[in-house]
């Protein structure tokens, strides 16, 4: 592109968003409630909950699984009824591609040749946003925290900010209240790209 652009991802689109910004392709980066880069080791129990369904089974690493409804209210809708989650379930579930979550997972404990490798001490990153749910089952602040800390530990002096939403799920981009996570975080993207 002639001008370099804003990158803003979410859940495994935040890993990605991640994985761009190491390969230098953005003017500044939002990952919101990310996936874990390889190395980042921290897997809180909510987190192994939510990708039970899938990883229950490593002989469908190639298939694609369906989430139940209650599974679904556990990863998604836990701020919301039980009825209000179904029915968004029966609007949006479809069913996830196994591989990207193994490969996620192997990735944790393999740094250096996970398939989501990111040089966290790269000097000259764009700025990066992490921007987390405080009721986030996928991804709680504990794995945002992580990735940020991972960041700021490898001597780089990029810059890489957290912030973490009272309230807010995984469906922290879809959620009641979503324009005020959507306009701090292009705020703070315009305003670190332009310096």
């Known amino acids: 592109m002639p001008v370099?652009?804003?990158?803003?991802?979410?859940?495994?689109?935040?890993l990605?968003?991640?994985?761009?910004?190491?390969?230098?392709?953005?003017a500044a980066y939002v990952a919101v409630t990310p996936g874990q880069p390889?190395?980042?080791?921290?897997l809180p129990a909510s987190t192994i909950w939510t990708g039970t369904p899938i990883l229950a089974n490593p002989f469908g690493k190639r298939g694609a699984k369906p989430i139940s409804k209650s599974h679904f209210h556990f990863t998604f809708g836990n701020d919301l009824t039980r009825a209000a989650s179904d029915a968004i379930w029966e609007e949006y579930a479809i069913p996830s591609v196994n591989r990207v979550f193994f490969e996620g997972v192997a990735a944790a404990f393999n740094e250096k040749g996970g398939a989501s490798h990111v040089d966290f001490g790269r000097t000259d990153r764009a700025p990066l946003l992490v921007i987390v749910g405080e009721r986030d089952h996928v991804v709680p602040p504990?794995?945002?925290r992580a990735i940020v800390k991972k960041y700021h530990a490898s001597g780089s002096p990029a810059v890489v900010d957290y912030r973490e939403y009272p309230g807010r799920t995984h469906r922290i981009v879809s959620q009641d209240g979503w324009e005020?996570?959507?306009?701090?975080?292009l705020e703070w993207a315009t305003r670190h790209a332009a310096s």
Not at 38 to 42: K, L
Not at 180 to 185: H, I, S
């Open 4 to 14: 370099a652009p804003i990158i803003m991802g979410h859940s495994f689109g935040g």
């Open 180 to 185: 005020e996570v959507a306009d701090d975080a």
């Open 38 to 42: 390889a190395g980042i080791t921290t």
């Open 16 to 26: 990605f968003t991640q994985m761009l910004a190491d390969r230098g392709l953005g």
């Open 142 to 144: 504990a794995i945002g």
